[in-house]
């Protein structure tokens, strides 16, 4: 089998209200589904969560230029070659040695992202050509996994409860477990935040925190032990971009509550660190970012061998397959809550999981199990 083309198909819905993370603005939601043909008639998809979606884009029909008439089942050899492009090598200059040529450094972010549609992509097609699940395919045999809904996400004008009535909403549903964001206002308006929320979830359903990267140590150290009566399960990002491993340690020896991490770890290098510190009690990855599902397999397993759990972030229909082979190793796959805020991942699959009783449900299709509606697709397709 031979991969003969790989086209990209970028995709945007403008938000009815824009909404906030303490981080950034999200004026609506983009995709990048990468397709991938092959000539025994088997197609893969992957997605891409990253931007700037033309650069990104851009990049995978780089990449497909030297993919083209390769063994698609080759995963680790793809992820190499293409992973080679990110770094300078003896030969390399110009793309002289025929591998793609080495990439400007600041252009490694989107470099990773775009592997990780392909890498994904390939999965799917190793799915199929095995006529095996992907779950099935790693060893794996649950066909459901636990799950928790994100929300509380930042709206301009809403009131302060809002975010309690919204994650209530989420345990009416089923969910067991739900995820606040946090971290955007004052330390006082975040700790009535996480009171009001508690207070209307009750005390039987988990509740973690989001806090995309809000406090240096000390400050988080007094934030963690103000929202500790409220039974937190994790305090996920709580510490700047720029703070490292040896930051994490001094807030996990001085805080009550574990520390989740890694969504914003571009490879295993540098989430090995965070786990080899002992700071961690879960860590997240995201394929659809960074390097794809054969980097987060990585990552899993080192998470696994070092007694961290695994909790990988967002993208629940191809991140449920491994958390369904790593079984109790993983803690669970992340869904969100209300479908509207991603309103492509919701129109885009006539087929794939389902949500029922704070779990999600995979089929036994072959691959990822996902079909596609390519109609919708180009209804929302993005040719800015």
């Not at 995709?11 to 609506?28: D, I, N, Q, S």
């Not at 973690?208 to 305090?235: G, T």
């Not at 340690?249 to 571009?266: D, F, K």
């Not at 072959?366 to 180009?378: M, Q, S, T, V």
Request: net charge negative; with cysteine; hydrophobic share 40%.
């Amino acid at each position: 089998m031979k991969i003969t083309e790989i086209i990209v198909h970028p995709m945007f819905v403008p938000a009815a209200r824009p909404v906030w993370t303490a981080h950034e603005k999200m004026a609506g939601d983009s995709v990048t589904l990468v397709e991938i043909r092959t000539d025994a008639g088997i197609t893969g998809t992957g997605e891409i969560h990253f931007g700037p979606q033309k650069a990104v884009c851009d990049l995978v029909y780089r990449f497909a230029e030297c993919l083209t008439r390769k063994d698609p089942l080759g995963h680790a050899d793809i992820w190499q070659l293409l992973f080679s492009s990110t770094s300078p090598r003896p030969g390399g200059l110009g793309g002289w040695d025929g591998l793609p040529a080495p990439l400007p450094r600041g252009q490694r972010p989107q470099a990773m992202a775009a592997i990780a549609g392909i890498d994904i992509a390939l999965w799917d097609i190793k799915g199929k050509a095995a006529n095996m699940p992907v779950y099935k395919l790693l060893g794996g045999s649950r066909t459901s996994v636990f799950t928790y809904a994100t929300g509380g996400f930042y709206v301009e004008g809403a009131p302060l409860d809002s975010c309690a009535g919204e994650l209530a909403g989420y345990a009416a549903r089923g969910y067991r477990a739900v995820k606040l964001k946090t971290g955007a206002m004052s330390m006082a308006d975040e700790i009535t935040r996480v009171r009001l929320t508690r207070e209307a979830i009750g005390p039987e359903i988990m509740l973690m925190l989001d806090m995309n990267a809000p406090y240096d140590v000390e400050d988080c150290i007094r934030f963690a032990h103000a929202v500790a009566p409220y039974d937190i399960c994790w305090l996920e990002e709580p510490l700047f971009w720029h703070l490292q491993p040896a930051d994490f340690v001094r807030l996990a020896n001085a805080s009550p509550i574990p520390l989740a991490h890694g969504e914003r770890e571009w490879t295993r290098f540098t989430v090995r660190d965070f786990i080899d510190s002992g700071a961690l009690k879960f860590v997240q990855f995201d394929s659809t970012r960074h390097a794809g599902f054969t980097e987060s397999l990585r990552i899993a397993h080192y998470a696994e061998m070092n007694g961290v759990l695994i909790a990988p972030h967002s993208a629940t229909h191809f991140h449920a397959h491994l958390v369904s082979a790593f079984g109790d190793a993983a803690f669970a796959a992340e869904s969100i809550g209300d479908p509207a805020r991603h309103p492509i991942e919701d129109g885009l699959y006539t087929t794939g999981i389902e949500f029922r009783d704070g779990r999600v449900h995979l089929n036994d299709r072959p691959g990822f199990g996902l079909e596609i509606d390519w109609d919708f697709a180009k209804s929302v397709r993005n040719n800015a």
